[in-house]
């Protein structure tokens, strides 16, 4: 089969005209165009490799034979309208009921993050009979209206915070208000939600949902403090709401010693409502709502037909099926905690070195690594972050970045991510971010330079920033020719390493 149709430039030109602008594709100045690819890898157009530390979809690797064989398998045999009845769709039911709490025993299954998310609003909305939802700051929960609403990492650009909207702070111990210093973390931002179920109160309103991902990833690869969400569903279903945990990215064992992210939380808690996403199809869309029956039944109650055309079909199930027994027959929660373990090591390793690494953060093939200009004031390292994105580019390694400020680098790779790999991309880090700090003292100590070419001159001004000549007066038209030649010499130079700096590409 070829592999393109077009050349990559053909490809760019009509992707402009027929494909919607604010369909970003990743690298937008330069994009890459991928081919085939396999496991943890990508393959452009020229054959080129690149490790994937992006593609949380791709969960148990790109184009694994298992998932392949039993889509076409199943596709070759039947795929129909999931109101016939078929034995893959309670088949994957009943192997997801065994991954999560008794309580979760509903499922609904649908085909996309975002219609999970969709669906678990109106289950919320259904039983409690309520209509506020509370959401995470800076958190992202699905591109539909509804979701759009509750996602104030998109309102807050577009249409603004709706009334029955309400953002508590993320539970950010780097960041947030309340550090690693707090003796109790998990307290303090429960609270901070508790506050927020007290004035929706006052203002004569009940809360429907708390919403949340069980590790914050658009917030910034944020690791909620342990308690935190026992303490928040307590406080919400004594307010009669429900308590949503988006699994969206961080289900399936990504963060290796659960299957679940909300399981890092302890056995004693359970959402009342689970959504799930990107990894389970392994790039087929698959996705689904896990709920309790009374849920369920509350909203079979209201006696309207949920018809969903394409989820649950037996091809989705089938695919389904086969991620579960890849992730068991591989052991990559096990890979997952050993390799992502390795990494989190290197990178703190890295983080002792480079001053630019405020904070390293993550469990399991769920990392990240913030960047800031300085260590004391945390400011976030913007610019620097996403040259490290071009950079790694450059040596064929795929990152992206996230967080508020978007300095957070991040690292959510397929699960067969190998401890080669890890070490590839932290060697390759090292020698990036070497690199960029000699850039940047080069560009600090101007006037050092000249003494490195034999001419000796100093500064002046209250900020140090006049070069001052003042030379004995036998100075001669040949010194002053010198000076200008080797002053534009200089400059021309620093110049050079800041769009280096600027633009990492160079
Ligand atoms: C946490 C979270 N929830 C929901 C969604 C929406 O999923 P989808 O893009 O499959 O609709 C996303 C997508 O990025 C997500 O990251």
Redesign the pocket.
């Known amino acids: 089969m070829a592999l393109e149709m077009f050349r990559k430039e053909e490809t760019l030109a009509m992707r402009k005209k027929l494909i919607g602008q604010s369909c970003r594709l990743f690298y937008s100045d330069d994009p890459v165009k991928i081919v085939r690819a396999r496991g943890q890898y990508l393959y452009d157009e020229n054959g080129k490799r690149y490790l994937d530390c992006i593609s949380n979809v791709q969960h148990v690797g790109h184009c694994h034979p298992s998932i392949t064989q039993a889509a076409t398998t199943q596709m070759e045999l039947l795929n129909a309208n999931s109101r016939f009845l078929h034995d893959n769709i309670v088949q994957y039911a009943d192997r997801l009921a065994a991954t999560l709490p008794d309580k979760l025993r509903v499922f609904y299954f649908v085909n ?4 999970a ?1 969709d669906l678990a609003l109106r289950l919320a909305h259904q039983y409690t009979q309520h209509e506020d939802v509370i959401v995470l700051d800076h958190a ?4 539909l209206t509804s979701l759009i609403d509750i996602s104030p990492y998109k309102f807050q650009k577009l249409t603004g915070q709706k009334e029955w909207v309400h953002v508590a702070p993320i539970p950010d111990i780097y960041r947030g208000i309340f550090r690693e210093d707090h003796p109790n973390p998990a307290q303090a931002y429960a609270d901070t939600v508790k506050d927020v179920i007290d004035k929706v109160h006052q203002k004569g309103r009940k809360v429907s949902a708390f919403f949340s ?1 069980s590790l914050p ?2 917030g910034g690869q944020i690791l909620l403090p342990k308690g935190y969400s026992t303490k928040v569903a307590e406080y919400v279903r004594s307010a009669g709401g429900v308590f949503v945990a ?1 699994e ?2 961080t289900g399936f064992g990504r963060v290796g010693s659960h299957f679940w992210a909300f399981q890092l939380q302890g056995d004693n808690f359970s959402p009342d409502i689970v959504t799930m ?2 990894p389970m199809g392994n790039g087929h869309p698959l ?1 689904c709502v896990a709920t309790t029956a009374e849920i369920a039944g509350a909203f079979t109650a209201n006696g309207v037909e949920y018809f969903n055309t394409f989820g649950g079909n037996p091809v989705s199930c089938a695919i389904g099926l086969a991620v579960l027994d890849v992730i068991e027959k591989e052991d990559l929660r096990g890979n997952s905690s050993r390799v992502g373990g390795h990494l989190l090591d290197r990178l703190r390793q890295l983080q002792t070195k480079h001053p630019i690494i405020g904070d390293v953060r993550g469990v399991g093939l769920f990392v990240g690594l913030e960047m800031v200009t300085d260590k004391e004031q945390r400011t976030p390292a913007t610019d620097a972050a996403a040259q490290v994105v071009r950079r790694l580019k450059e040596e064929y390694i795929c990152v992206s970045t996230d967080g508020p400020w978007e300095n957070i680098v991040k690292f959510k790779p397929p699960m067969c991510f190998s401890m080669e790999d890890a070490d590839l991309v932290a060697d390759r880090l090292h020698h990036i971010l070497t690199d960029m700090e000699r850039s940047h003292q080069k560009l600090d100590s101007g006037d050092l330079r000249l003494k490195e070419e034999y001419t000796c001159v100093s500064t002046d001004g209250p900020w140090e920033n006049i070069v001052k000549f003042k030379p004995p007066m036998c100075f001669s038209m040949e010194d002053t020719d010198l000076v200008a030649d080797r002053i534009h010499h200089i400059l021309t130079d620093m110049e050079r390493s800041h769009q280096k700096l600027d633009s990492g590409d160079f």
């Open positions: 996309s993050g975002s219609e998310n992202y929960h699905g591109h991902e990833s658009v988006d969206v990215q996403g990107k996705s």
